[in-house]
């Protein structure tokens, strides 16, 4: 069996699959994310490791599944956080995740030493405050205490896999989402480390995703609750895991939309793909030589659970259920009602850690479905800026497959088919597309699978939402609306307060 962990942003997906990497069961265990003025979103490592410990012993007594039945563990995790461990690889502090982005101040100095166009071209990516190099760099000025315990800067799973191995390293997929990496030599950019004022020796050693790392030592083997020396797989960051758990991997796969809390558009391709604009950004593919174009919103789910919490206090998934229903038998794109969803900053299209949140063309008529159905349509609107980065660069968005826990929804798929003028489909591994890639992973890396192929063959299609040409030419008549509402809101976010 293959025993795989998610590390996302609400808690550990644990999935167990057979040796040819069908899922049998999943189990989530989740964490709290402490929110605070100023961009400040943390977790603590040891919530991290504690989830999947719990996961892992939940799953395997539910499935009556005996620890030395287990072959090999795999991992996936958020990316672009920043992990500082002392020499014994202990968290000095809590975690800076993804969307922290308090780090403004270190990216501006960066960028007077390295112009974004250099760092673009260098990592992939645009220089910004959501990624590690700017978040260690926050730590150093203003934790001078802890920074001077720190002796290394990982990501979630790279921590966790430290902690069942005792040997810390990384991928080429987390590596790429920490702004410090090369993609053109495959090593930490040293011009970009200098900048930084950051030493080389603080990052992790880079190895292929498929790497055993090691064995459960014997030390934590029953906090865990599986066999000394069970191998453990290091695997990749979520968004390329994802690509494998959609079957995205390789150019002829089309492209994927991820639901989550964080939500995205992305596709493999043989090289990164750089836009004029800088809307877009390339990480490296778990699957070695490949990348993935993506362009990723802060707040995409994450928009819907926020309006369901607001309208319907303690929110749950029926609650939603009956939100979404509302709003399928409520306009709003048609009505010029429009949401903004920058609820925490942004990143693609707009690159603004300061942007915020706004419902715009609001009437007395409007209620609960309205805002619901706005909310819907301005997550969709965002990532149609994104697909049409794309396709400016000259890439085929063609088919699209639709995962994580927003894809669930019908309506929504259906909007976003109607918006990208192209299929959208989904496939019954929804919830556990990115612990399907990490499983996936673990078996090549374990000599159980050939090679990350086999992921298209794990999961089929269960529902297919085809565009109605109207319903496209009604979004496409709203975008440039849509973007001049953030255009007209843009100089009044309040900068640098959170």
Same mark, same amino acid.
């Given at each position: 069996?293959?025993?795989?962990?998610?590390?996302?942003?609400?808690?550990?997906?644990?999935?167990?699959?057979?040796?040819?990497?069908?899922?049998?069961?999943?189990?989530?265990?989740?964490?709290?994310?402490?929110?605070?003025?100023?961009?400040?979103?943390?977790?603590?490592?040891?919530?991290?490791?504690?989830?999947?410990?719990?996961?892992?012993?939940?799953?395997?007594?539910?499935?009556?599944?005996?620890?030395?039945?287990?072959?090999?563990?795999?991992?996936?995790?958020?990316?672009?956080?920043?992990?500082?461990?002392?020499?014994?690889?202990?968290?000095?502090?809590?975690?800076?995740?993804?969307?922290?982005?308090?780090?403004?101040?270190?990216?501006?100095?960066?960028?007077?030493?390295?112009?974004?166009?250099?760092?673009?071209?260098?990592?992939?990516?645009?220089?910004?405050?959501?990624?590690?190099?700017?978040?260690?760099?926050?730590?150093?000025?203003?934790?001078?205490?802890?920074?001077?315990?720190?002796?290394?800067?990982?990501?979630?799973?790279?921590?966790?896999?430290?902690?069942?191995?005792?040997?810390?390293?990384?991928?080429?997929?987390?590596?790429?989402?920490?702004?410090?990496?090369?993609?053109?030599?495959?090593?930490?950019?040293?011009?970009?480390?200098?900048?930084?004022?950051?030493?080389?020796?603080?990052?992790?050693?880079?190895?292929?995703?498929?790497?055993?790392?090691?064995?459960?030592?014997?030390?934590?083997?029953?906090?865990?609750?599986?066999?000394?020396?069970?191998?453990?797989?290091?695997?990749?960051?979520?968004?390329?895991?994802?690509?494998?758990?959609?079957?995205?991997?390789?150019?002829?796969?089309?492209?994927?939309?991820?639901?989550?809390?964080?939500?995205?558009?992305?596709?493999?391709?043989?090289?990164?793909?750089?836009?004029?604009?800088?809307? !877009?950004?390339?990480?490296?593919? #778990?699957?070695?030589?490949?990348?993935?174009?993506?362009?990723?919103?802060?707040?995409?789910?994450?928009?819907?659970?926020?309006?369901?919490?607001?309208?319907?206090?303690?929110?749950?998934?029926?609650?939603?259920?009956?939100?979404?229903?509302?709003?399928?038998?409520?306009?709003?794109?048609?009505?010029?009602?429009?949401?903004?969803?920058?609820?925490?900053?942004?990143?693609?299209?707009?690159?603004?850690?300061?942007?915020?949140?706004?419902?715009?063309?609001? !009437?007395?008529?409007?209620?609960?479905?309205?805002?619901?159905?706005?909310?819907?349509?301005?997550?969709?609107?965002?990532?149609? !800026?994104?697909?049409?980065?794309?396709?400016?660069?000259?890439?085929?968005?063609?088919?699209?497959?639709?995962?994580?826990?927003?894809?669930?929804?019908?309506?929504?798929?259906?909007?976003?088919?109607?918006?990208?003028?192209?299929?959208?489909?989904?496939?019954? #591994?929804?919830?556990?597309?990115?612990?399907?890639? %990490?499983?996936?992973?673990?078996?090549?890396?374990?000599?159980?699978?050939?090679?990350?192929?086999?992921?298209?063959?794990?999961?089929?299609?269960?529902?297919?939402?085809?565009?109605?040409?109207?319903?496209?030419?009604?979004?496409?008549?709203?975008?440039?609306?849509?973007?001049?509402?953030?255009? %007209?809101?843009?100089?009044?976010?309040?900068?640098?307060?959170?």
């Amino acid at each position: 069996m293959i025993l795989a962990h998610d590390l996302g942003t609400t808690g550990d997906k644990a999935s167990l699959h057979t040796d040819d990497g069908h899922l049998v069961a999943a189990v989530t265990v989740g964490y709290p994310t402490r929110y605070a003025p100023g961009g400040v979103v943390e977790q603590d490592p040891e919530d991290w490791w504690r989830a999947c410990c719990e996961a892992t012993r939940r799953l395997l007594a539910e499935t009556g599944t005996a620890p030395d039945q287990v072959a090999v563990v795999g991992l996936s995790g958020q990316m672009m956080g920043a992990v500082l461990l002392d020499r014994a690889h202990r968290p000095v502090r809590p975690a800076l995740i993804w969307a922290d982005h308090r780090s403004s101040a270190q990216a501006d100095r960066i960028a007077r030493s390295v112009p974004v166009e250099d760092t673009y071209a260098i990592t992939g990516h645009r220089l910004n405050p959501t990624y590690s190099l700017t978040k260690v760099a926050w730590v150093r000025d203003s934790e001078p205490e802890a920074f001077a315990r720190t002796t290394a800067v990982c990501q979630a799973k790279d921590h966790v896999v430290a902690r069942l191995t005792g040997e810390l390293v990384t991928d080429p997929s987390d590596a790429s989402s920490t702004n410090a990496f090369d993609q053109r030599t495959g090593t930490w950019s040293g011009r970009l480390l200098a900048a930084a004022d950051l030493d080389p020796a603080l990052m992790p050693r880079v190895v292929p995703s498929a790497t055993v790392v090691g064995g459960v030592r014997a030390a934590v083997a029953e906090e865990v609750g599986l066999l000394a020396g069970t191998p453990v797989v290091l695997g990749g960051g979520d968004g390329p895991m994802a690509a494998v758990g959609a079957g995205v991997v390789t150019p002829e796969d089309g492209a994927y939309l991820y639901l989550g809390s964080s939500s995205w558009v992305s596709f493999a391709a043989t090289a990164p793909l750089h836009d004029p604009g800088m809307r !877009t950004m390339t990480f490296n593919h #778990v699957v070695p030589g490949l990348f993935v174009p993506t362009a990723t919103m802060v707040a995409g789910a994450g928009s819907l659970q926020w309006v369901g919490e607001v309208l319907e206090p303690g929110t749950d998934g029926t609650r939603i259920s009956a939100l979404l229903a509302e709003a399928a038998g409520a306009t709003a794109l048609d009505d010029h009602l429009h949401f903004l969803p920058h609820l925490l900053g942004e990143r693609s299209p707009h690159w603004e850690p300061d942007a915020r949140g706004a419902f715009l063309g609001l !009437t007395r008529a409007h209620g609960r479905g309205h805002l619901v159905r706005a909310v819907l349509e301005g997550v969709v609107l965002n990532l149609l !800026t994104c697909v049409q980065a794309f396709r400016d660069c000259g890439a085929d968005v063609g088919q699209v497959t639709a995962i994580g826990g927003g894809a669930r929804s019908d309506l929504w798929l259906q909007l976003f088919a109607d918006a990208f003028g192209t299929p959208v489909v989904r496939r019954d #591994v929804v919830d556990e597309a990115n612990s399907l890639g %990490a499983a996936v992973v673990a078996g090549v890396g374990a000599g159980l699978l050939d090679d990350v192929t086999a992921a298209r063959g794990l999961a089929r299609e269960t529902a297919r939402f085809e565009p109605s040409l109207d319903r496209t030419e009604a979004f496409a008549a709203a975008l440039p609306r849509w973007s001049a509402l953030y255009r %007209a809101l843009e100089p009044t976010f309040p900068r640098g307060d959170g």
